[in-house]
């Protein structure tokens, strides 16, 4: 069975520019998430994805960062315009249970991103 | 809001020697708690997963112990060996969303 995958692994870019990264979720895992860590802090959650619907976005920094998942599959996060702050490791992860908790989740490789 | 914390922040041993990582938490209200394994430039890798109702999960030469209670977790690596070398990320999960610690980053010299 497939892993989560992540691409780019590594993107660098100027600040005002934009960036997508893109993640497919372990075939049959309805939960989708996005959590981050920038420079010298812990993992933060940014996302939650039910399938196609957002659950929860609570942890989204700002309206310069957009995600979809389009028809319940892979998903994306756009930043539009990066800035500098936004640099870091954006993890994706997935999960198969719906009720009671995501259950185990199994995280991607992270995509690196730093903004210049 | 969820603060977790991991004690201590690195830590240093001869192969063989038994490994003891500490994780506390703030809010007792969680469903579970993970643990996982992070290697240099890598995604993050499920360890031990324990539910809110368990008091302990073990795997091979893993076993993690939980006391919701009192907000605490504690990871056993037994006989360490030079491939444990990793950081190890302690997370509570509430309401579908996971709060980590800062890791613990682990060296086991051979």
Known sequence: EAGVTQFPSHSVIEKGQTVTLRCDPISGHDNLYWYRRVMGKEIKFLLHFVKESKQDESGMPNNRFLAERTGGTYSTLKVQPAELEDSGVYFCASSRRLAGGSGELFFGEGSRLTVL | ?110
């Open chain 2, 1 to 110: 809001k969820q603060e977790v914390t991991q004690i201590p922040a690195a830590l240093s041993v001869p192969e063989g020697e038994n490994l003891v990582l500490n994780c506390s938490f703030t809010d007792s209200a969680i469903y579970n708690l993970q643990w996982f394994r992070q290697d240099p430039g890598k995604g993050l890798t499920s360890l031990l997963l324990i539910q809110s109702s368990q008091r302990e999960q073990t795997s091979g030469r893993l076993n993690a112990s939980l006391d919701k209670s009192s907000g605490r977790s504690t990871l056993y690596i037994a006989a360490s060996q030079p491939g444990d070398s990793a950081t190890y990320l302690c997370a509570v999960e509430d309401d579908y969303k996971l709060s980590f610690g800062a890791g613990t980053t682990v060296t086991v010299r051979a």
